[in-house]
């Protein structure tokens, strides 16, 4: 075999299955979204008119408007709350991978279960009205996923779960990554712990802190499971965010050619993210 | 002495707390996973909305395991999930870690070209591909079929990403003295890297076998035929079809889930090592 040609050798499969199943459909994407298509009828142009018809959709705006406001709730919860988790599990004590490993099952368990699980834990005579009214939080019991201003956010609590123990093992090799001499010399100058925290943990994982922010608003950009299993878009659309739109107008409606400028709206928005993290993570990172 | 004493009993109390702070939290992770087990334990002459909830079943059964059996074909079910994430698993394995090698190790026009191209696929949302992705599938006849199921999965830019990384870690030495052997290429890729990246390897594996065991999405799309579904699907037609019969949806998920946990309580290790790897580099 000629030498030159070994590399490509290579790379054939990856290529094929990757050109064929990821680059080939973006194409196809683009394409259909300039088209009505309805799977059985051929695709027929039409021009931005998908694009027209979802700037003037008002459910195009509230599935918008829902992925927004998840990303604002969701993405500073899971960018620092699990520091403090990964600062807990840190610690050098016996059976400390037991409790690592308690923290990050949720992240392996498939989102159906975790759905359905939820569902069940906040059922209106369920588990966990019950313990917010032991201890007098609420009053009544809440129908969590079935009042409209509550349900979205039941939903982001339980993507905020889900998530918890991914970022933490992020931060985890942040903290690993800080030479313990910082905090030793603290330690001498009775530094507490909390100040410490503050004062060296936060500052030192900078460049984490802006990876998780990264990955994080990705992720809650394409929440799809825990809507479709937990409310299915409901009450009254609340929970619709814009994958659960792109499902609902492919496969439910089949209206291919509106789903896919919903979906390359989505893309976009992803990218717009993508760029703006690399750039702050780009810069923090220089800053170190 | 007296002040030893003290001491002593000053780190006990502070481990009490330690480990009191460490417990509240493991409550929260896996309270949920408990009560789901609890409620599918319970037999049907128990209440499960009673106020006050009890979390230890009176008559602990598995009856509802058995039914779950009897309602839908779970067994099947397990198969094709085992089926298809074992394949899976293979794909990824052999097609990233062959594209990783020349990416990582020989130089040839157009390297970045691909590796750009290539890394730059993650970006994509699967949610905007599976529209085109679902039509190729119709089109090559391959909706209903654990091929089609698969073959989205069967090679992804974060694993070539990942074995990328592993390979750029191995000393060229290695390589040169059996270059200078007469060894072709292929063979330095078996017998030489592949078993110096074993560690990648293995977070590579784990990692697709938890992401195909519990993905959702595209099956739920490809698949009609319901000899063909994989558990998350199964539980999903559990939940539609007897919603009110929390008992047998519980023991249904639990059951879904039991393979994933065990993979997960044998492999921590990879997994905490392998999100580290392929989220942080360097």
Same mark, same amino acid.
């Given at each position: 075999?000629?030498?030159?040609?070994?590399?490509?050798?290579?790379?054939?499969?990856?290529?094929?299955?990757?050109?064929?199943?990821?680059?080939?459909?973006?194409?196809?994407?683009?394409?259909?979204?300039?088209?009505?298509?309805?799977?059985?009828?051929?695709?027929?142009?039409?021009?931005?008119?998908?694009?027209?018809?979802?700037?003037?959709?008002?459910?195009?705006?509230?599935?918008? /408007?829902?992925?927004?406001? #998840? @990303?604002? *709730? %969701?993405?500073?919860?899971?960018? !620092?709350?699990?520091?403090?988790?990964? $600062?807990?599990?840190?610690?050098?004590?016996?059976?400390?991978?037991? /409790?690592?490993?308690?923290? #990050? @099952?949720? *992240? %392996?368990?498939?989102?159906?279960? !975790?759905?359905?699980?939820?569902?069940? $834990?906040?059922?209106?005579?369920?588990?966990?009205?019950?313990?917010?009214?032991?201890?007098?939080?609420?009053?009544?019991?809440?129908?969590?996923?079935?009042?409209?201003?509550?349900?979205?956010?039941? $939903?982001?609590?339980?993507?905020?779960?889900?998530?918890?123990?991914?970022?933490?093992?992020?931060?985890?090799?942040?903290?690993?990554?800080?030479?313990?001499?910082?905090?030793?010399?603290?330690?001498?100058?009775?530094?507490?712990?909390?100040?410490?925290?503050?004062?060296?943990?936060?500052?030192?994982?900078?460049?984490?802190?802006?990876?998780?922010?990264?990955?994080?608003?990705?992720?809650?950009?394409?929440?799809?499971?825990?809507?479709?299993?937990?409310?299915?878009?409901?009450?009254?659309?609340?929970?619709?965010?814009?994958?659960?739109?792109?499902?609902?107008?492919?496969?439910?409606?089949?209206?291919?050619?509106?789903?896919?400028?919903?979906?390359?709206?989505?893309?976009?928005?992803?990218?717009?993210?993508?760029?703006?993290?690399?750039?702050?993570?780009?810069?923090?990172?220089?800053?170190? | 002495?007296?002040?030893?004493?003290?001491?002593?009993?000053?780190?006990?109390?502070?481990?009490?707390?330690?480990?009191?702070?460490?417990?509240?939290?493991?409550?929260?992770?896996?309270?949920?996973?408990?009560?789901?087990?609890?409620?599918?334990?319970?037999?049907?002459?128990?209440?499960?909305?009673?106020?006050?909830?009890?979390?230890?079943?009176?008559?602990?059964?598995?009856?509802?395991?058995?039914?779950?059996?009897?309602?839908?074909?779970?067994?099947?079910?397990?198969?094709?999930?085992?089926?298809?994430?074992?394949?899976?698993?293979?794909?990824?394995?052999?097609?990233?870690?062959?594209?990783?090698?020349?990416?990582?190790?020989?130089?040839?026009?157009?390297?970045?070209?691909?590796?750009?191209?290539?890394?730059?696929?993650?970006?994509?949302?699967?949610?905007?591909?599976?529209?085109?992705?679902?039509?190729?599938?119709?089109?090559?006849?391959?909706?209903?079929?654990?091929?089609?199921?698969?073959?989205?999965?069967?090679?992804?830019?974060?694993?070539?990403?990942?074995?990328?990384?592993?390979?750029?870690?191995?000393?060229?030495?290695?390589?040169?003295?059996?270059?200078?052997?007469?060894?072709?290429?292929?063979?330095?890729?078996?017998?030489?890297?592949?078993?110096?990246?074993?560690?990648?390897?293995?977070?590579?594996?784990?990692?697709?076998?938890?992401?195909?065991?519990?993905?959702?999405?595209?099956?739920?799309?490809?698949?009609?035929?319901?000899?063909?579904?994989?558990?998350?699907?199964?539980?999903?037609?559990?939940?539609?079809?007897?919603?009110?019969?929390?008992?047998?949806?519980?023991?249904?998920?639990?059951?879904?889930?039991?393979?994933?946990?065990?993979?997960?309580?044998?492999?921590?290790?990879?997994?905490?090592?392998?999100?580290?790897?392929?989220?942080?580099?360097?």
């Amino acid at each position: 075999m000629p030498r030159k040609i070994v590399p490509y050798v290579f790379l054939i499969p990856a290529i094929m299955l990757i050109g064929t199943f990821v680059l080939l459909p973006m194409i196809g994407a683009l394409a259909i979204s300039f088209s009505e298509y309805n799977m059985i009828q051929k695709p027929r142009f039409a021009g931005f008119n998908q694009y027209r018809r979802l700037f003037q959709d008002p459910f195009f705006w509230n599935a918008l /408007f829902n992925s927004l406001l #998840y @990303l604002i *709730v %969701v993405v500073p919860v899971l960018s !620092t709350v699990p520091i403090f988790l990964a $600062v807990l599990v840190n610690q050098k004590l016996p059976g400390i991978s037991v /409790f690592r490993g308690i923290y #990050y @099952l949720p *992240v %392996v368990t498939s989102l159906v279960v !975790t759905g359905l699980m939820w569902k069940w $834990v906040y059922e209106e005579n369920g588990v966990l009205n019950f313990m917010l009214q032991g201890v007098g939080m609420i009053e009544t019991p809440i129908a969590w996923l079935a009042v409209p201003s509550v349900s979205l956010f039941a $939903v982001m609590a339980v993507t905020i779960w889900t998530g918890m123990g991914f970022y933490m093992v992020i931060y985890l090799a942040g903290l690993q990554s800080i030479p313990g001499s910082l905090y030793e010399v603290a330690d001498l100058q009775g530094v507490s712990k909390l100040r410490q925290i503050i004062f060296i943990t936060i500052p030192m994982l900078r460049p984490y802190i802006a990876l998780v922010a990264v990955i994080s608003s990705i992720a809650a950009m394409k929440i799809f499971e825990e809507v479709f299993i937990m409310t299915n878009g409901g009450p009254l659309s609340q929970t619709e965010t814009l994958v659960f739109f792109v499902y609902q107008n492919a496969f439910v409606e089949f209206d291919m050619g509106y789903a896919s400028a919903a979906g390359i709206a989505l893309f976009a928005l992803t990218f717009v993210l993508s760029v703006l993290n690399l750039l702050l993570t780009r810069e923090t990172t220089d800053a170190k | 002495m007296q002040n030893s004493i003290f001491s002593t009993a000053r780190e006990f109390a502070r481990r009490g707390v330690q480990y009191a702070v460490l417990l509240a939290v493991a409550c929260a992770f896996i309270g949920p996973f408990l009560w789901l087990l609890s409620t599918a334990m319970k037999s049907g002459a128990e209440n499960i909305f009673e106020s006050p909830p009890q979390f230890i079943p009176k008559a602990p059964t598995l009856e509802n395991f058995g039914r779950v059996f009897e309602s839908l074909p779970f067994v099947t079910y397990f198969f094709n999930s085992a089926i298809v994430a074992s394949v899976a698993v293979i794909c990824n394995l052999l097609f990233c870690s062959l594209a990783a090698y020349p990416l990582a190790r020989m130089s040839f026009a157009g390297k970045n070209a691909i590796f750009l191209i290539l890394i730059s696929t993650m970006m994509l949302p699967f949610q905007l591909l599976m529209i085109p992705l679902y039509s190729i599938a119709v089109t090559l006849g391959l909706n209903n079929s654990f091929f089609g199921l698969i073959i989205p999965h069967a090679c992804t830019a974060f694993g070539i990403f990942l074995m990328r990384q592993a390979f750029l870690a191995v000393p060229h030495q290695l390589e040169e003295s059996a270059h200078i052997e007469g060894v072709n290429r292929f063979q330095i890729w078996w017998y030489i890297m592949l078993p110096l990246v074993r560690p990648t390897l293995a977070t590579l594996a784990v990692f697709t076998f938890i992401g195909v065991w519990g993905d959702f999405l595209w099956p739920l799309i490809i698949l009609d035929d319901q000899s063909k579904y994989t558990l998350p699907l199964g539980v999903n037609k559990l939940a539609g079809t007897f919603g009110k019969d929390w008992r047998l949806v519980a023991a249904g998920a639990i059951l879904s889930v039991i393979p994933t946990i065990a993979v997960f309580l044998f492999t921590q290790r990879f997994f905490i090592s392998g999100a580290l790897k392929g989220a942080v580099k360097g």
